[in-house]
Each structure stands twice: as C-alpha cells, then as structure tokens.
C-alpha cells in the first residue's frame, strides 16, 4: 500500500488516467465517440487528398543536418513521380519531407497530433488536420499512403515502422514497399531484425518488402516496383450534401 502511494506521487495527475482501469461506462461512451469523431476528421480531411508515399522520422533534426536534407530530397522526388508527400506536420523529418514536395510542385500534407511539447505543424502544408489521439494517426498515416519511407527517428518512428511491417506480415497490407533509409544509423536495428529471423520469429518472406539503403535512386526504384505493380485508385465523387468542397 506504501508503495502505491509513492507511485501515485510521482505520475503527474494528468497521465495516471491510463492507468486507472474501468471508469463509469459514460466516460467510456464519450471517450469511444470522441474517437469515431477524429476517424471522421481526417477521413473527410484526407479523401480527396490522392495516393501518398509517407515519410516517417525524428521531429528533432535541424535544418542544417543531414538527414533533414536527406528527406527533402525525397519530398521532391516523392512530387516528382505524381504522388502526395504525407507526414506527421510536424517539425524535423516531416517538415523537411514537406518542404521538399513544396518547393517542388508536389502536394504536401500533414496529420499532427497535439502534443505539450515539440509538436507544431510546420510551415509546408498544402493540407493539414491535427489528431488527438496517436493510434488514429498511425492509422490515418498508414491508410493514405503506397509506400513508406523510414528516415532516422526514435520511439515514435520504431513504432510505426514496426506497425507497419506488422500489417504486411499478416497480409492486411499486402505489396506495400518499405524503405529503411539511412545505413549507419539502421545498422544495428538490422542486426537484431536478422537475429529475429534465425530465431525464427519472423521469417525472410517477411523482409520481401523492406529496404535498406543509401541510395535515393535504389529507393525510389524498390517503390517504383511494387507502385507499378500494385497502384490503382478508383475515382471519387465528392457528394454536395456531405459539404465536400472542391
């Protein structure tokens, strides 16, 4: 019971709600709706938007370091193919991947999510719609895009690449390519992942689709494959009662 209570005094008021178990089943019925509410904002947000190749990455490189440049580049070359350039909104990678399709002709859209800290939309949106909750956005990220690239990031960018190649594995995504851009940084991520394999907890078929590389050309081409092969997008009517405006 000691013990219970010096925890309690060192999780901040806010954050303990998760882990207070069951509350009156009003609260779960609010907060169930409020989460069909975000699903439909970014749905309605993001319809129209056409196909997207997503960029994932650190919210925390600067302008003038490397891997901010890297994913520029592939904002640009990611417009220059015909596809929407699609990110977290935020600072960092997303903003550099934004950037990069920007200045260079593309589309540009953000998903951000509110956070206390780090988190703002960046200035190289086309579109954007802010998200409450971090497992709607990983989903609204996922659901929009043909190809995913994986720049250098933390516990946030592990996430959704492991997500994602979840979603491959267990065939819900099927022919989706995945680029792990960045070999120094990876090395050692690859490692373990090839430790898995001969352990035997995932399998090779498993990294069909997973790239590792540091070249954009050799990027860009794995994606090219499977978009060739795979792309096809039905054409979609906006309906003037849903107030879908062009």
Request: charged fraction near 20%; proline fraction near 4%; charge should be positive.
């Amino acid at each position: 019971m000691e013990n219970s209570t010096k925890l309690q005094r060192l999780i901040p008021a806010k954050e303990h709600i998760y882990l207070d178990g069951p509350k009156p089943r009003v609260n779960e019925f609010l907060f169930a709706w409020n989460v069909f509410r975000q699903f439909i904002k970014g749905f309605r947000a993001l319809h129209f938007v056409g196909p997207c190749i997503t960029v994932f990455g650190s919210a925390r490189f600067k302008p003038n370091q490397s891997y901010y440049k890297m994913a520029e580049e592939f904002g640009k070359r990611i417009a220059q193919i015909g596809f929407v350039t699609l990110t977290g909104g935020g600072p960092g990678i997303m903003e550099a991947a934004n950037k990069g399709a920007f200045e260079n002709s593309g589309t540009s859209v953000g998903i951000n999510i509110k956070l206390p800290f780090e988190q703002h939309e960046n200035p190289y949106l086309h579109k954007s719609v802010t998200i409450d909750y971090f497992f709607v956005r990983k989903t609204l990220l996922i659901k929009y895009s043909y190809a995913f690239i994986i720049m250098p990031g933390g516990w946030g960018t592990m996430d959704e690449l492991f997500e994602t190649l979840t979603l491959i594995q267990t065939k819900i995504m099927n022919d989706f390519p995945v680029v792990l851009f960045g070999k120094t940084y990876h090395q050692s991520l690859m490692a373990y992942i090839e430790l898995m394999t001969n352990e035997g907890t995932i399998t090779k078929e498993d990294l069909k689709y997973l790239l590792l590389t540091d070249d954009y050309d050799e990027a860009m081409l794995h994606i090219a494959t499977y978009i060739n092969q795979n792309f096809k997008v039905k054409p979609r009517k906006r309906i003037w009662w849903l107030f879908e405006k062009r």
